[in-house]
């Protein structure tokens, strides 16, 4: 499975931003699919994941309220609104897909695409 992710930007706090992630390959393997950020100097954290049906989804409390997660099976699309936009949201950002595992680190992740840079200016 490859993925790559778009949308990032540089945002006013308590703006808007929309991630994309296009996943190709062997999408039928992956059930789940997630994002994931890195800020600077620091360890890379779970943001939402989504299941296949989207049925179900899960959030980091740091996020919830503010970020909602979807996706769109025909068009292999996973996206990330991301709203109310804090500084310390700052991060590299991540799509991932794997299995509906809810377990840290990974939360079942086991394919990882490269980072969208996500700036908030205060």
């Known amino acids: 499975v490859q993925l790559q992710a778009s949308g990032g930007g540089l945002v006013q706090a308590g703006g808007s931003l929309r991630l994309s992630c296009a996943a190709s390959g062997r999408t039928s393997s992956s059930n789940a699919m997630g994002w994931f950020r890195q800020a600077p100097g620091e360890e890379r954290e779970f943001v939402a994941v989504i299941s296949w049906g989207s049925t179900s989804t899960y959030y980091a409390d740091s996020v919830k309220g503010r970020f909602t997660i979807s996706r769109d099976n025909a068009k292999n699309m996973v996206y990330l609104q991301m709203n109310s936009l804090k500084p310390e949201d700052t991060a590299v950002y991540y799509c991932?897909?794997?299995?509906?595992?809810?377990?840290?680190?990974?939360?079942?992740?086991?394919?990882w695409g490269k980072g969208t840079q996500v700036t908030v200016s205060s």
């Open positions: 991932a897909a794997g299995g509906w595992y809810l377990i840290p680190p990974n939360y079942g992740m086991n394919y």
